[in-house]
């Protein structure tokens, strides 16, 4: 369920694209090695609370269980993420521990139109994800907000309700089509550094035979 990190990926407006150059090489040293630049939000990532919390928990001092188990793959394909589309898989929903949306907006990837007004949560579901204890949620989207709000101003309410549950958010998700509608086991392992505000995942999916 990961993009592939490579030089011409799309990032969030601002950021720098990541940078993948020659360390060593076969012919000069006998073996390859690549050095990687980039920020901690790129691509398939994963935010912890410390992104945009004071003295929230950093994602290298989560349990590694924060990062696995069952999700419920709900979905979403008319634009919308409202509590119509969770009822819809609701005894489902309920039992997973953690709720994926699936826009099918990953079809956008690479282009101009991925930064444009894809489908966010409404606030009823970020509750709902609280109330019903999960451990956070993902998306194949770039945020769970729209990109036309200020996170300054905590313009960002989808992102702050979750955080401040101490919830994580998965973004960036691909390739969920297999799995929606279904209930998985989900993994979203994060690159594991000091003091992170989120990290790049290697997300799967394992579907019941």
Request: aromatic share 10%.
């Amino acid at each position: 369920l990961t993009h592939v990190i490579h030089e011409d990926m799309q990032v969030f407006p601002g950021t720098e694209p990541p940078r993948l150059t020659v360390g060593n090489t076969l012919e000069k040293d006998g073996f390859r090695e690549t050095a990687l630049f980039l920020y901690s939000h790129t691509g398939t990532h994963m935010d912890t609370p410390a992104h945009m919390l004071e003295g929230a928990a950093e994602l290298d001092k989560l349990p590694v269980s924060t990062f696995c188990g069952k999700a419920a793959v709900i979905p979403c394909l008319g634009g919308k993420i409202t509590m119509e589309e969770v009822n819809a898989c609701r005894d489902m929903a309920d039992k997973a521990e953690f709720i994926i949306f699936h826009t099918g907006w990953d079809k956008y990837w690479g282009k101009e139109e991925y930064f444009g007004s894809f489908p966010v949560p409404e606030a009823q579901v970020i509750q709902y994800a609280i109330n019903t204890g999960k451990k956070g949620i993902g998306i194949d989207c770039m945020s769970v907000d729209p990109m036309d709000i200020d996170p300054t101003k905590e313009e960002m309410p989808n992102h702050f309700m979750l955080f401040r549950a101490g919830k994580v958010i998965v973004e960036n998700l691909c390739n969920l089509d297999e799995a929606s509608g279904k209930m998985v086991d989900f993994f979203a392992l994060p690159l594991k550094y000091r003091d992170a505000d989120g990290a790049p995942v290697r997300a799967i999916a394992i579907l019941s035979e």
